[in-house]
């Protein structure tokens, strides 16, 4: 085998990174940093790599060799606070802005940027509130008269919004979403402007509608056939994705229905201005967003009145507190009297899941017999929807059945799963035998494992949605607690839907506990799933009437039904 010099080396090394193959780069900058520990353009690409790889803790050592070699590195603290955010490790993160604001090596957005953290993984209550008051104060400050500080969006400015990480929580969050779109609006001048279409309609109803997720994502699965049925001879549909959506499967359907002629996509450029300039171009009566939240830039797209009428759903299930999203679409089995007091949007009601969800494929069977297994409990969840109140939730079930299992499944990184390890283990009540992360599972071993389980155990505060779509693929029940947040009463709207009778929703937690025992432990667990199965197959899969719903709603608040 040749052997190659340091230089040739550097040289393949950096054309992979070039050509977006970190993980060959890494290997090779890997063998490079082993001869030459201190050079910093080896260490330079190679936290890259790192950074690219999401290796976070590989990406967060390269770059603090970076800072004990050349401690005024361009760049090299806020790249190590982004990391550290990531890690959870927010404290750290904090430290490192502070000290590159006072060498003058990070961007000043950090400034208003470290106190708007908030813990995925947070250790307890205490700790969910100190980070809430830390967040109000921030905003408070800038809200306040004297704040004159203006930032510059399309100048590498952009501040990480809350609004997500606030969302998995018991608080309520309606009134500091609305300051906090209050604060941005503020610091970004750009968010102030304003445009909407004429206030007449002439011709069909010009319709655009924005995720970054319009790909093999969960946004695509839920969306992609509720936006395929908007009616051609009433609407003209855009689609604008971003620079960031991944190809996919899902993005190729989209590419397929514009050569139909069903809809235009569009790929928005990557400055916030250019993206406003595009949409003008656009001249759109209504404007969709499916998950406002999830898309960094396309949070702050959504603060803006770009359309007559702006509508969101429960893609990201959290209410925006802007005035320039007028109604939340959802169905009226999501919602109780109380709702509409938690939402800044008028809730716009329809029947169904505003959704048309293809029914899941698996490749793989399950037999009777596993079908029926008891005991098995699982959370499939993202891990940072676990409240710290659910924790005892576990250990209740565990010490009430003395045969439970308990299953989660870990993140890629495993960032999730050592945080809340930690968390679990600080108790005595924590079982490592009994309770079990399984390390990431490929889609179909995902299906498979929920049909497994005995009964699914959704979140409190902030429940599932996919997934429970996904479960039902076998029909396993899912117990589920509802607040009056919609993010924690889709399971219960799903329920409603497929017409289940005394399904396994909570009042509390101890009957949640008491519920997911029972069902654990039925001996009719086999015929149950049959029965959860056959209902979404009728009720749940493929429901063409949701996009009836979908057109006829849009249509009425023109008056063009």
């Known amino acids: 085998m040749k052997k190659y010099s340091a230089d040739e080396l550097f040289k393949i090394a950096y054309s992979h990174l070039q050509k977006k193959d970190y993980e060959k780069s890494a290997g090779l900058f890997e063998k490079l940093v082993k001869n030459h520990p201190d050079n910093l353009s080896i260490l330079r690409n190679l936290a890259h790599c790192y950074a690219h790889l999401k290796e976070f803790e590989k990406t967060e050592n390269c770059l603090r060799k970076i800072i004990n070699i050349k401690p005024d590195e361009p760049f090299v603290y806020q790249i190590l606070a982004s990391t550290l955010k990531d890690q959870d490790k927010l404290e750290d993160a904090i430290s490192v802005v502070d000290e590159g604001l006072k060498k003058n090596l990070i961007n000043e957005k950090w400034e208003i940027q470290k106190n708007l953290f908030f813990p995925k993984i947070p250790f307890n209550k205490e700790e969910i509130k100190k980070y809430r008051q830390k967040i109000e104060k921030e905003i408070e ?4 008269v004297n704040f004159q500080k203006k930032l510059d969006y399309d100048k590498d400015q952009i501040i990480v919004p ?3 990480d606030l969302s998995y929580s018991d608080w309520d969050n309606l009134d500091l979403n609305k300051r906090n779109v209050q604060a941005f609006k503020k610091l970004y001048k750009v968010l102030n402007q304003e445009t909407r279409a004429n206030e007449v309609i002439e011709g069909k109803i010009r319709i655009g509608i924005i995720s970054e997720f319009f790909t093999d994502h969960t946004i695509g699965k839920l969306y992609k056939n509720l936006i395929f049925s908007l009616d051609r001879t009433k609407f003209e549909t855009f689609i604008f994705h971003s620079q960031k959506t991944h190809p996919g499967n899902i993005f190729n359907e989209f590419k397929e229905k514009e050569k139909e002629g069903v809809l235009k996509n569009e790929i928005l450029p990557v400055k916030l201005s250019e ?12 404007i969709f967003y499916p998950d406002i939240g999830m898309s960094i830039e396309f949070y702050y797209l959504a603060l803006i009145r770009l359309a007559k009428y702006q509508i969101t759903t429960f893609g990201h299930p959290e209410t925006t507190g802007s005035k320039s999203i007028d109604y939340y679409l959802i169905s009226k089995n999501c919602v109780n009297d ?3 007091k938690h939402y ?3 809730l716009l009601l329809i029947e169904h899941l505003p959704m048309i969800y293809s029914k899941p ?3 793989k069977k399950l037999s009777e017999n596993v079908l029926k297994r008891k005991n098995i409990y699982s959370c499939p969840q993202t891990l940072f929807k676990l409240h710290p109140d659910f924790d005892q939730i ?4 565990l010490h009430k059945d003395r045969k439970a299992i308990v299953y989660f499944i870990k993140d890629k990184n495993k960032v999730w799963y050592k945080k809340l390890i930690n968390r679990l283990s600080g108790s005595e009540k924590y079982d490592s035998n009994r309770i079990i992360f399984l390390d990431p599972l490929n889609y179909h071993d995902y299906l498979l494992h929920l049909g497994k389980a005995s009964v699914l155990l959704d979140p409190i505060y902030y429940g599932a949605g996919n997934s429970f779509f996904e479960s039902m693929l076998f029909g396993t029940p899912s117990v589920t607690l509802p607040t009056e947040h919609i993010k924690s009463r889709l399971v219960l709207g799903a329920y409603k839907q497929m017409e289940i009778k005394d399904p396994p929703i909570a009042e509390n937690i101890p009957n949640y506990v008491d519920l997911a025992v029972n069902y654990a432990n039925r001996d009719d667990i086999g ?3 049959s029965k959860y199965r056959k209902a979404a197959e009728e009720k749940l899969f493929d429901t063409k009437k949701a996009g009836l719903e979908f057109n006829k709603v849009i249509l009425d608040l023109f008056n063009l039904n």
């Open 361 to 363: 494929v698996c490749k």
């Open 275 to 286: 993206k406003i300039n595009v949409i003008k171009y656009f001249e759109l009566d209504i």
């Open 162 to 164: 809350p609004h997500v």
């Open 394 to 397: 576990i250990f209740d079930i």
């Open 527 to 529: 015929e149950l799933k």
């Open 141 to 144: 400050k800038i809200l306040n």
């Open 338 to 340: 109380n709702t509409q």
């Open 344 to 346: 800044s949007e008028k």
